[in-house]
């Protein structure tokens, strides 16, 4: 699959979930900026991933696409959309020439000339047929990421399956380890990578201990489907970051009527983008906990810029720059974002909240959670009844929704201007229950 197609099918599962399909085939095409055929072929390429993932599972077990994509209360502990990254740039003559090596070093150390003639014997005949040169280049992928190994030795080397962790640990630490991976991979961020570590661990504990797995002792409700997305791009940002490189993409905001724009290599096709082509230089990656939303902060010609990294699509790496100018650049941004709840910068304003206690007994609810979750902010003056609680931030706008979700527990005093905006809200609500 092409990176630009990745951008599509992530657009458009996005939408998927978000609408719960309650968009026309039209609707959607519209929305994406594709044709009706594109979206169809779009479809069928999803369900062949699916096909794919389920293709060895009995009957019972497997799954169609609808299916896979209806929300259930106990279905998170395999999110959906993950299945996406499964088969993210990898064709179909690759996927089957990595399948066969890898299942060949797997039992025993191979050359390079061995596993092409195990390709060459093993591929399809539909496909093309492998040269030394793509075998070589497929070991060297192999072992950049770290799946395979070069044993120590003199020419010609040989290759092996890097499994040294499982075969090492015993059949409950291994049981163990898968837990707490599938923990930390449902609790944390970035998780991608944590939930292929599992999926990878499970296949190999299923092969020996079916029945021990049969029953998953955790189970989760998946929140923000659209961060798993959104990780596409979050390690392409990282490595540009570590090497101080700029980047280009198509960036489509929240409120553009469209969210994807193909690459037009036909100029008889050539259409005009809703998006903004932007050439920044990224600085730092901030997840928004609250929101389940990744935000790319960057320089760009008109100074810091901001970008949700839902919108971003077509992304590439662009020129370096020098550690100094990089330097100054990040603590530019760093000065203006030292008072962000998130990633404001706008003008720093103190505010002061009374907080209510929660008079349930000993534990303090509502101060427990103001401690726990408002940053620098201290407590500045406490009674039996209520405490005040200080903080200078970067405009009221982000603070505004945690304030809020304390409901009549919370009071703000300062600033006015934040005051007048809450009562005008709960204002507002209170009108929704008035009398019919």
Request: with cysteine; glycine share 6%.
């Amino acid at each position: 699959m092409a990176k630009e197609s990745f951008d599509k099918e992530i657009q458009f599962l996005r939408m998927l979930v978000l609408t719960s399909g309650a968009f026309t085939r039209q609707q959607y095409a519209k929305r994406l900026g594709i044709s009706v055929h594109t979206f169809d072929k779009t479809i069928r390429r999803l369900k062949e991933i699916v096909n794919s993932m389920y293709q060895q599972l009995p009957q019972e077990q497997s799954k169609e696409f609808t299916e896979t994509l209806r929300f259930n209360y106990y279905d998170s502990s395999d999110p959906m959309l993950l299945f996406l990254y499964r088969a993210k740039s990898v064709k179909e003559s690759e996927s089957q020439r990595l399948s066969l090596l890898l299942g060949a070093m797997n039992d025993q150390p191979l050359t390079a000339m061995e596993l092409l003639d195990i390709c060459c014997g093993g591929i399809t005949a539909d496909l093309p047929l492998p040269d030394e040169k793509t075998i070589r280049s497929d070991l060297r992928y192999l072992e950049k990421v770290g799946v395979i190994k070069k044993e120590p030795g003199t020419r010609p080397y040989r290759y092996r399956i890097q499994n040294d962790l499982v075969r090492q640990l015993s059949d409950e630490e291994l049981i163990d380890l898968y837990h707490f991976i599938d923990v930390m991979a449902n609790t944390q961020v970035p998780s991608v990578q944590g939930y292929l570590l599992r999926d990878g661990l499970k296949k190999h504990l299923l092969r020996d201990h079916a029945n021990q797995l049969a029953t998953e002792p955790f189970l989760y409700k998946y929140h923000y489907y659209s961060r798993i997305l959104d990780e596409s791009h979050l390690f392409t940002l990282l490595h540009a970051i570590r090497q101080r490189r700029k980047v280009r993409f198509l960036y489509f905001s929240p409120k553009s009527e469209k969210s994807y724009a193909s690459m037009n290599t036909n100029p008889l096709f050539e259409r005009e983008t809703k998006g903004k082509l932007d050439t920044v230089l990224p600085l730092k990656v901030i997840y928004d906990h609250q929101y389940g939303r990744w935000y790319l902060l960057s320089n760009g010609r008109e100074g810091i810029r901001k970008h949700r990294m839902e919108g971003i699509t077509q992304i590439e790496e662009d020129e370096f720059v020098t550690e100094q100018y990089f330097e100054a650049k990040t603590k530019e941004l760093m000065e203006r974002i030292q008072y962000s709840w998130l990633i404001d910068t706008g003008k720093p304003v103190n505010v002061k909240v009374r907080f209510f206690n929660s008079g349930l007994g000993e534990s303090n609810f509502v101060k427990e959670r103001v401690l726990l979750q408002g940053q620098w902010g201290k407590i500045v003056h406490e009674d039996e009844e209520s405490f005040i609680y200080e903080i200078t931030v970067n405009g009221t706008t982000e603070i505004k929704p945690w304030l809020r979700g304390f409901g009549s527990s919370c009071e703000v005093l300062a600033p006015a201007s934040l005051r007048h905006e809450m009562i005008a809200e709960w204002k507002e609500i209170q009108s929704y229950y008035e009398s019919v």
